[in-house]
C-alpha cells in the first residue's frame, strides 16, 4: 500500500514539474519552484499548484470550443441575409 501511495505520489510530482516547465514564468522562477519542490516536495507542489497562472486551456476546460449547429447557423445567416 505504501509503495502505491508513492508510486501515485512520484507521477503528481512529475506532472507538476513537467507543467512548472511548459508554463510562462522566467527560467529563474522555474528553477526557484523546482528547487522547492525538491526541498519540500509536499510543500513546494501544493504551494506552486495554488500559485501558478492560469492558462486559456485552463479556464476552457481543457477541451475547445465545440462547432455547435446552433453556431454553424448563425454563421450561414450572417454569410446569407435575408
Known amino acids: 500500500m505504501l509503495a502505491l501511495i508513492a508510486i501515485l505520489w512520484l507521477l503528481v510530482w512529475v506532472l507538476v514539474l513537467v507543467d512548472l516547465f511548459q ?47 446552433a453556431m454553424r447557423e448563425e454563421r450561414v445567416r450572417d454569410r446569407h441575409p435575408g
Open 23 to 69: 508554463g510562462v514564468w522566467s527560467t529563474r522562477k522555474k528553477v526557484l519552484w523546482a528547487v522547492a519542490m525538491l526541498v519540500l516536495p509536499v510543500v513546494g507542489v501544493i504551494a506552486y499548484l495554488i500559485m501558478r497562472p492560469a492558462r486559456a486551456s485552463d479556464l476552457a476546460g481543457g477541451i475547445a470550443p465545440s462547432d455547435s449547429s
